[in-house]
């Protein structure tokens, strides 16, 4: 098994609005992601980077559902202790909850 720990800086290229079969016009965000990090296979790390992209459909306006596609690539070690470099793709979905403060 490979641990992978990254960091990523997002930015956002476009936005927009949509209107889904005459209901409440709602929101949505496609970005970039690049990130750097650590890979760690039985306890022998490498450096790690990742690229990829996603979008953000705000449902209501604490409720987002995300959706990313990244490339994670590594160096991994082969068993005759020979060094290969691995694109691990991933897909990823999930929810954020936005929580109202007040100033």
């Known amino acids: 098994p490979v641990q992978l720990f990254m960091g ?7 936005y927009g609005k949509v209107r889904w079969f005459g209901g409440p016009i709602g929101r949505f965000d496609f970005y970039l992601s ?3 990090g650590a890979a760690d296979e039985d ?3 490498s450096v790690a980077a990742s690229g990829g992209f996603g979008m ?3 449902l209501a306006q604490w409720l987002v ?7 994670n690539v590594h ?8 060094d290969e470099i691995v694109n ?3 897909t990823l ?3 954020s909850l936005f929580l109202p403060f007040s100033s």
């Open 43 to 45: 306890g022998a790390s």
């Open 34 to 36: 690049l990130g750097a």
């Open 75 to 82: 160096a991994l070690r082969a068993p005759l202790g020979v």
């Open 88 to 90: 691990d793709v991933t």
């Open 65 to 71: 559902v995300r959706l990313d596609i990244r490339d």
């Open 56 to 58: 953000k459909f705000h």
């Open 8 to 14: 990523h800086l997002v930015w956002s290229l476009a």
């Open 93 to 95: 979905a999930g929810l």
